[in-house]
């Protein structure tokens, strides 16, 4: 039921319940000459930055170039390139964002890369929102596919819905990621294919240490009937799992991963994120294995200041 108001409560707070505050404790505090004119100066300062984050930082993408060497990649892979996007929340676009999801679309294909994934969150609360969407989606094009995984949101768990509403409202979003030709993968992987080499792209479903969030992802099943040491990229919504599932469980040599949004909020290099998690973003090693949390693309709350949504371009390469 919070995620159903967040936006309500977001624009009530930063428009008008901090910059209240901050006027009101600067005419308390501070001398009266000039405590007032302080506090009115706050308070637009406030208001100013949630204008600009809603109007201009929220459609702003940025592109972030990763490359991953790794000795169990196959010769063939060497300088294997994958688009990486996640968190779209389609239903934060519309009105005057209506080209954001066009032009974040044309970037993707104008990579060219041998796949695109998408880690998760594609609608906000139910899949009613997607339909608008349906075309520009449907443009994603890779030449091995593109291949999804759900993100939290894209579960029936923020609206008050029977058991049959909430069955039929997650087949809906399966149903739609299908149709749009994405091979969505829940607990379960793919082979590609290069000469006599391949690698293994294995999706989880979601899996967080909340336990409010879905907890369905299962590692074992995700990769049962690989055998050997191949190379495996793992893509998984949440990034705690990396942690406590993904490490001691498998051999996932790359995990992608969204879900934190990057906190859409940076200053000086930090974000709110790093309250909640140890991975919120950017590439992380423990040895030669690696997650990498992007801060997504859209957000249910439309509003992103120092924190831009980004598509990641990942090169695998041959050490």
Known sequence: MIARYAILFFYTMGLVVIPLILFFLCRWLMPKRYGRKVGATLAAVVILLVGYGTLFGYTHIEVRQVNYVSNDLP??????????????????????????????????????????????????????ELLLHEKELKRLRARDGVYSVLGNHDYAIYLPLSDEQKTANEEAVQKFERSLGWKLL?????????????????????????????????????????????????????????????LPESQAQLTLSGHTHGGQFSLFGWSPASLFYDEWYGTTYEGSRALDVTSGLGALIPFRLGMSGEIVVITLKKK
């Open 75 to 128: 010769a063939s892979f060497d300088g294997y390139r994958i688009v990486c996007f996640s968190d779209a929340h389609v239903g934060s676009i519309s009105g005057f964002r209506s080209s954001f999801l066009h032009a974040a679309v044309d970037s993707m294909l104008a990579k060219k890369a041998d796949m695109i994934v998408f880690v998760g969150d594609l609608q906000n609360l139910e899949p009613a």
């Open 186 to 246: 829940m607990n379960e992987h793919r082979v590609i294919r290069r000469d006599s080499d391949s690698i293994v792209v294995a999706g989880m479903e979601n899996w967080g240490v909340v336990k409010r969030m879905p907890r369905r992802g299962d590692v074992k099943k995700t990769l049962a009937g690989v055998t050997g040491h191949p190379f495996i990229l793992m893509l998984q919504h949440d990034p705690t799992a990396w942690r406590h599932k993904i």
